[in-house]
């Protein structure tokens, strides 16, 4: 029996030689080639890849599929960011793009992102064609794809993307503060990408984990704070006043302060937004999804912006860039994007926007947080993964369905179903629950107003889920 096929939030993904087969990557690929062959407008699609294992391969394999479903291929010649490759979609006017990435995955996955002509992701009316016209092919093998008779046109996209990327900053700034830089990119996609961009404008950049390694030093390629010691080592021996981390596609960001605290990804999002309505004088909204810190709605009451509050995935941050509704957007999960870019994560910018920040404002982040403090009130975030036995998964499924009226002794004063559960407190504190849909596991997020009930308001969470 064939594998059944399933774009997520942020596309299929799977173990290599598991699911992740040439079988199923042409079976994948034949798909959205017949969506993309039925659209009105241009028939072609780039193909991009992060440095997994294998990658070469699946591209050129995907290239041929493509040209034999009527589409023509445009390869991307090295491994490329999915923020590059979406821009590049705009730039180039495909028909979308195919990007062989498992994103922050461990390195035995890999798997494909596809997005749309306007360099999004694609929203699940999209996925949902693609998917049909996969399992439309049947139980029968695609067969090898025929060998071209020229071969396919390539494209570099990194020139245009830094360009653009220079265009969206104030390098000068940067430069003129003198400060010092180092830049992790966790052996990924965004190799050779901020750090060229900062030295090539005379800025000390410093870099670790700068060359290929498959399999990512041995774990998942994620900017988190239990993996960029290397990073907080080389800050200490170069007198760095930030480091910035990119995931293994570069669509996630992960931030150290100059002291080698790692800021989570909550806090950058509601302090670039303060940043940028500074700066820029950017008004135009703010989103986030309901899993993001409340931060971000004390900032927009200050500042008199439109607040969009989306579901967990972000091509729904994505159409709104795309409509020019907010200035910033973005996820705890370490993805944001402003105005005038990409509606796609875009981890690069995002670390290059907070080194600006620094070097403007002559402050360490950590200062900043507590000035963004004193002004809106503190936010404590938690995010945590709960098992389930398949019994209690069951149960609880169920339980969400109800509006509860407590929580931990508390009172819940509103309740908000945009995705998952979420549960507001009286105090403004607040719990949300989002079951997972391939394992049984209910991601538990919890926000506090002070610190020191952060544990007790996630332990609250986690109780109620077994109660």
């Known amino acids: 029996m064939a594998t059944q096929i399933k774009f997520g939030t942020s596309g299929w993904r799977a173990i290599v030689a598991d ?15 017949k969506y993309v062959a039925a659209q009105p407008g241009v028939k072609n699609v780039l193909v991009g890849r992060d440095p997994r294992f294998l990658g070469e391969t699946f591209v050129a394999d995907a290239a041929k599929i493509l040209a034999a479903n009527g589409v023509t291929p445009i390869v991307i010649s090295e491994a490329a ?19 062989f990435t498992a994103s922050h995955n461990p390195p035995e996955y890999n798997g494909i992102k596809f ?25 029968e093998a695609v067969p090898a794809p025929p060998e071209p008779k ?5 494209v570099d996209v990194k020139a245009d993307y830094l360009k653009h990327l220079a265009e969206l900053m104030d390098i000068k700034a940067i ?18 990408y901020a750090s060229q961009l900062l030295a090539d404008n005379g800025i000390e950049v410093a870099t670790v984990h700068d060359y290929r390694d498959v399999l990512f030093g041995g774990h ?24 910035i981390a990119t995931d293994g596609d570069a669509d996630r960001f992960g931030v150290v302060d ?42 927009a009451d200050l500042h008199k912006v439109q607040l969009y509050e989306t579901p967990v995935g972000f091509k729904y941050i994505g159409a709104l860039i795309d409509e020019d509704k907010i200035a910033i957007g973005g996820e705890e999960s370490a993805g944001l994007t402003i105005r005038g870019h990409v509606p796609e994560k875009d981890g690069i910018i995002a670390g290059l926007l907070v080194t600006e920040m620094v070097a403007v404002r002559g402050k360490s982040v950590g200062q900043q947080l507590k000035e963004l403090f004193a002004k809106v009130g503190s936010f404590y975030p938690l995010r945590e993964n709960f098992r389930l036995t398949p019994e209690v998964k069951e149960k609880f499924t169920e339980k969400v369905k109800e509006d509860p009226k407590t929580l931990g002794g508390r009172k819940v004063t509103q309740v908000v179903r945009t995705d998952g559960l979420k549960l507001i407190l009286e105090d403004g504190s607040w719990v949300c629950y989002r079951l997972s849909g391939t ?14 009930d952060s544990e007790p308001l996630s332990q609250a969470a986690k109780d109620w889920v077994l109660e």
Request: net charge neutral; glycine share 8%; with cysteine.
């Open 19 to 33: 699911e992740f087969t040439i079988a199923n990557i042409r079976r994948a690929v034949t798909g959205i080639a």
């Open 81 to 99: 960011p999915t923020p590059a490759i979406a821009y590049a979609v705009r730039q180039l006017k495909t028909g979308g793009a195919i990007n």
């Open 115 to 139: 997005s749309t002509p306007d360099g999004a992701p694609a929203l699940p009316e999209t996925t949902s064609k693609v998917e049909a016209a996969i399992a439309a092919l049947g139980e």
């Open 150 to 154: 020229a071969k396919f046109e390539e």
């Open 175 to 192: 430069k003129k503060a003198n400060i010092k830089v180092v830049c992790d990119p966790f052996w990924g996609a965004g190799r050779g």
């Open 220 to 243: 998942a390629p994620e900017p988190d704070d239990h993996l960029l010691g290397d990073c907080k080592a080389k800050m200490k021996e170069t007198g760095a006043a930030i480091g």
């Open 258 to 299: 100059a002291d080698g605290t790692f800021i989570q990804p909550n806090y950058i999002i509601a302090l670039l937004f303060d940043y940028l309505v500074e700066t820029r004088g950017w008004k135009n909204g703010v989103a986030k999804s309901v899993a993001t810190t409340n931060l971000v709605n004390a900032l």
């Open 439 to 452: 394992e049984p596991v209910v991601r538990v997020y919890s926000e506090a107003r002070k610190e020191s």
